[in-house]
């Protein structure tokens, strides 16, 4: 017998049978498996049956709330929408957790976690993005704009109705990861926890030229939204050093602790006015845009001429240690 299935406000699974006018409330709780299956764990047996599973189209509503649309099988019609209320969290380890409140076996509100086994990427638009696992084409797009934190971490910001009260209120949930420059126009954001997940946004580089003392590395990336463009600013800045590959890293602060460099390698020109101009090249050797220029107070240390005297040999033997560059 096939039902018509639904979520009330507490998530809690409202069951209609054929013919009758009002739903049935079964108690018990929401579960997400590890095939990101979508379980409902009924506090007392429905029919003999002590857990119901559903098989659909997992999507994110414009409330951010999560919905399944269920397909057609023996006991659910096509079609059908699950609603589950609640917060995105985070999206960290290869899963996007949300905290949904639902009501327990003593009819009592509590808080829980699910989480969707996901894979993270950044869409043509510069979105954020997630396909989920072991389904073939269920993938969410988060449809706001998102920006970067002063710990240089991408954050997004949405905003949730309550349909009860039709108070709005705001969300914030951060990224783990690390930026990365691997071409001329693209800006990668890897993420710490889970190698297979990156956001590769194509960018406009806005400095082809900087100065370490004083200057950010800045790119354009245009964010493709509902309501129109968004054009994020994505300034990136540490500290400088040479290494001993004969290139630069930029050491970058991430927080609580956190450092990471972006590895680059140079060519070194020295130009008319006292200057030393490394244009930066990815691990590859291929060339990013970027010139970086030192004045003569880098010039003029006898680490800097050591460097330049090995660059200008084409080798680094002797060369064991990063040397800090004094401003």
């Known amino acids: 017998m096939k039902y018509k299935y639904s979520v009330s406000p507490e998530n809690q699974l409202l069951l209609k049978q054929p013919k009758s006018k009002s739903s049935i409330k079964l108690p018990g709780r929401l579960k997400i ?16 049956k002590r857990k119901i599973v559903f098989s659909g189209k997992w999507r994110l509503n414009d409330n951010h709330d999560l919905e399944l649309v269920l397909d057609r099988t023996g006991q659910q019609n096509t079609g059908d929408i699950l609603i589950i209320k609640g917060e995105i969290i ?49 993938k969410i797009t988060l449809q706001c704009a998102w ?40 800006l990668v954001y890897v993420f710490k926890h889970a190698s297979d997940s990156r956001f590769e946004f194509r960018a406009l580089l806005e400095t082809p030229t900087i100065y370490p003392q004083k200057d950010s590395i800045k790119y354009r990336i245009g964010v493709g939204l509902k309501q129109g463009r968004k054009e994020n600013i994505v300034s990136i800045y540490g ?47 291929e060339p990013l845009g970027l010139t ?19 660059k200008s040999q084409g080798r680094n033997r002797g060369f064991d240690a990063g040397i800090s560059l004094p401003f």
């Open 33 to 48: 498996d590890k095939h990101n299956r979508l379980t409902y764990l009924l506090n007392s047996p429905f029919q003999l």
């Open 239 to 285: 500290s400088w050093k040479l290494n001993r590959d004969l290139g630069l890293d930029l050491t970058i602060d991430y927080g609580q602790g956190q450092l990471k460099a972006i590895e680059f390698g140079a060519s070194v020109a020295l130009s008319n006015e006292n200057e030393v101009r490394f244009n930066l090249k990815n691990p590859q050797g």
């Open 90 to 138: 985070c999206a960290d380890r290869g899963v996007l957790a949300f905290e949904v409140k639902s009501l327990d076996q003593n009819g009592l509100l509590h808080a829980q976690v699910i989480e969707l086994g996901i894979t993270c990427f950044s869409d043509d638009k510069n979105r954020l993005s997630f396909l989920i696992r072991h389904a073939e084409s269920d």
């Open 292 to 310: 970086l220029i030192f004045t003569h107070k880098f010039l003029k240390t006898s680490q800097a001429q050591a460097f330049l005297r090995l």
């Open 147 to 186: 920006q970067v934190n002063k710990n240089h971490q991408i954050q997004y910001t949405y905003e949730k109705t309550n349909l009860k009260t039709k108070v709005k209120s705001k969300n914030t949930f951060a990224f783990e990861g690390f930026w990365q420059i691997s071409s001329r126009n693209k």
